[in-house]
Each structure stands twice: as C-alpha cells, then as structure tokens.
T-cell receptor
Framework: AQSVTQLGSHVSVSEGALVLLRCNYSSSVPPYLFWYVQYPNQGLQLLLKYTSAATLVKGINGFEAEFKKSETSFHLTKPSAHMSDAAEYFC????????????FGGGTRLMVKP | EAQVTQNPRYLITVTGKKLTVTCSQN?????MSWYRQDPGLGLRQIYYSMNVEVTDKGDVPEGYKVSRKEKRNFPLILESPSPNQTSLYFC????????????FGEGSRLTVL
C-alpha cells in the first residue's frame, strides 16, 4: 500500500525567505505525485503535479517541486515566501488504481511572518 | 464553469440523527468520490463510484453509506452519526482521464455533538 509522509506539521518562515515543505512517499509502482494547497475555509486547489515527464515540476504562484526517485521524495519549494502563501499544503500520490484514489500526507501548515 | 457543489457547507447535529451531505458535479464525469479531512491525517477516501449504480469502499467507509442513482449526484449518508464523524468532508471528481488529479468541492464541515 502506498503512503505519504510530510515532515513537519507546521512550518514557519519569514516573508521573503525560502519555503521548503518536505514530502516522502512509498509506492510499488511509478507514481503520479501532487501538491495541493488549502487556503482557510476553502477547498483544495492543485499547485502542481508530476506525471513521469520532467522531474522538476513548476506550479502556480512560483512553487516548484522536484521528483527524486532515489530518495522517494517530492519536496515543494518557493524561493521567496509571500504573506499570501500562508495555507495548508498537502502532498498526495496516485497509482491510478481502479478507485483512482489519492493517498494524502498529513498536511503541513505554512505560516509566513512579516 | 466546472463545479462540484456540496451541501450543506456547515452543519451541527446530534448523535444518531441521520443526515445526508449532497454532492453534484456538472462535468458529466463517471467517477466521483468522498474524502474526509482530519488534523494530522490529511484526507482519506471514504467511498468512490465508478459509474451510476457502481460504488465501492475506500479506506474509511465505516459509518457511511453512499448512493449513485444519477451520474451528476453522489450523496454521502450518515445513518447514525457519532462524534468521531466530526470532520471536514470533500467530494471530488477527476480532472481528465488517467491523470490521478482530482477536482474538489469546497467542503462540508460537520460537527456531531
């Protein structure tokens, strides 16, 4: 069974600092990997996805993530944090099973200090 | 505009009082699913449906029922809610074929007292 681990349930950075949110996965087959963002009182919005093309994936709002098969990681980064980036971020993996199920990590709440 | 609409968005109820959370999508998709979100646990799949009259259990189906009588609707039924079903619920449908990406509704926050 696949699983996703997000290191750090809460991450705090200063405005303008590097954002690094960690995600490690386990999967028996080459996975599809996703980062979703959830702003307060809203649903989930796709930030970016890896579907076996380029290993460095660029998403919306300046975020990017790198798929590293040898490390089974898919960490999310942004060079310079903005106050509007404060949200909860979820890493997810899909093996495209019949149920089309996404397996999510526990989430990381990003706080941005002025 | 693609939409997944859930109702109610917020609900406070009491133990044992049956309730239904509705989900409707306007994309004519065959596949729909329900997730619950809990702190520290992320989202976990409750049930999914591959097509009308075809449903199956996800990871955490206990205490829930679903039905799929029409393609656009996929209601989640709590026959006898308990406090451990207090959660944020999301309905979802795929974006495209075989992408793994899901399009989520805005969520329904349920509190069971």
């Amino acid at each position: 069974a696949q699983s996703v681990t997000q290191l750090g349930s809460h991450v705090s950075v200063s405005e303008g600092a590097l954002v690094l949110l960690r995600c490690n996965y386990s999967s028996s087959v080459p996975p599809y990997l996703f980062w979703y963002v959830q702003y307060p009182n809203q649903g989930l919005q796709l930030l970016l996805k890896y579907t076996s093309a380029a290993t460095l994936v660029k998403g919306i709002n300046g975020f990017e993530a790198e798929f590293k098969k040898s490390e089974t990681s898919f960490h999310l980064t942004k060079p310079s944090a903005h106050m509007s980036d404060a949200a909860e971020y979820f890493c997810a993996v899909s093996e495209l099973t019949a149920g089309n199920m996404l397996t999510f990590g526990g989430g990381t709440r990003l706080m941005v200090k002025p | 505009e693609a939409q997944v609409t859930q109702n109610p968005r917020y609900l406070i109820t009491v133990t044992g009082k049956k309730l239904t959370v509705t989900c409707s999508q306007n994309m004519n998709h065959e596949y729909m699913s329900w997730y619950r979100q809990d702190p520290g646990l992320g989202l976990r799949q409750i049930y999914y449906s591959m097509n009308v009259e075809v449903t199956d259990k996800g990871d955490v189906p206990e205490g829930y029922k679903v039905s799929r009588k029409e393609k656009r609707n996929f209601p989640l039924i709590l026959e006898s809610p308990s406090p451990n079903q207090t959660s944020l619920y999301f309905c979802a449908t795929p974006v495209g074929l075989d992408t793994g990406e899901l399009f989520f509704g805005e969520g329904s926050r349920l509190t069971v007292l």
